[in-house]
């Protein structure tokens, strides 16, 4: 399901409720959208108090999807519907306590849940209701033209309240094709030593998700970009961030930089049959992961490997 389609059913679904002309897509399926690439999950911003669970919970009743996932925390809900993941939030301000990256998060207007967020790119709303779209900041449509990832506040404050906001600019400047604004990569190179107060779960996450990217075929000037793994190994190392991990963790980084994860949907498909997008989704995230933890292994071996999941 595309951005349009879902987005008539949800208006149709919260039309005459408390839910009408207050909730928006956001993040990145919109920016996904801007740029015609395909999105593989939707996030949604509530101006409601509480209105992330609220509204999940709302939408499970009505399509009789399965409950939705929680975090009352945070105000968050993901729900599973025809094969999409629809995550929703409560708009929200966050307070930072010094050496916590998990915020003490309370209801606030739209506006402020924009600034919260961590790239201009990441802050474009589209209106479920109306279908308008909207830039607050006047700067995510631009700098998604001009290839570029800046932060939505001061990029020091923002990468020492969070530093994985440091392995996101890095991520989304492999997967987009795009560069990093200058004032947000001298943050970056300051506080790369901030990564160490990562736990070891969340850092593999996201320095998976970088060597992992698959970048545009081109940079729209005719020449072809790095390999999928060079340029996020090439960004870790001139940010400072891979001497800030330990020995073991930069050489597996290294190893990975050397190879490549070449396998494709469509081989899914010729040796599976016909899928579910969610199906592809399970599959390619299992092969992801082996393939990061020992990136020796070829398509045929992860094809192999999801053979032995399945018996």
Not at 58 to 66: I, N, V
Not at 140 to 148: C, E, F
């Amino acid at each position: 399901m595309n951005i349009r389609e879902l987005r008539i059913i949800l208006a149709e679904a919260i039309e005459g409720t408390e839910f009408s002309g207050k909730v928006y897509f956001v993040g990145g399926a919109v920016r996904d959208f801007m740029m015609q690439r395909p999105t593989p999950d939707y996030d949604f911003a509530v101006e409601v108090p509480d209105g992330g669970i609220r509204l999940a919970s709302f939408l499970q009743e009505k399509f009789g999807t399965p409950p939705p996932v929680t975090h009352p925390q945070f105000g968050t809900a993901v729900l599973q519907y025809l094969g999409d993941s629809l995550e929703f939030v409560m708009t929200r301000k966050e307070e930072y306590l010094p050496g916590n990256r998990n915020p003490k998060v309370s209801f606030a207007s739209l506006d402020e849940d924009i600034m919260r967020r961590d790239f201009t790119i990441n802050t474009l709303l589209l209106s479920v209701s109306g279908g308008s779209l909207q830039d607050p900041t006047r700067r995510g449509l631009k700098d998604i033209m001009d290839k570029l990832i800046r932060c939505t506040s001061d990029p020091y404050r923002s990468f020492s309240e969070d530093p994985v906001r440091m392995l996101r600019a890095i991520r989304f400047a492999c997967l987009l094709g795009f560069q990093i604004n200058e004032r947000c990569w001298e943050a970056i190179q300051e506080k790369a030593l901030l990564v160490k107060n990562l736990s070891g779960s969340r850092l593999e996450s996201e320095l998976s998700k970088i060597m992992l990217c698959v970048p545009p075929k081109s940079t729209g000037q005719g020449q072809a970009c790095e390999p999928e793994s060079g340029r996020g190994y090439r960004l870790l190392q001139e940010s400072g961030i891979v001497h800030a991990l330990d020995p073991s963790l930069q050489e597996h980084l290294a190893l990975l930089s050397r190879h490549r994860f070449d396998l494709l949907p469509r081989q899914l498909s010729e040796r599976f049959g016909v899928l579910a997008a969610s199906q592809i989704r399970n599959y390619m995230q299992i092969a992801q992961t082996a393939w990061y933890r020992n990136p020796t292994l070829s398509s045929d071996d992860l094809i192999h490997l999801l053979e032995k999941a399945e018996s």
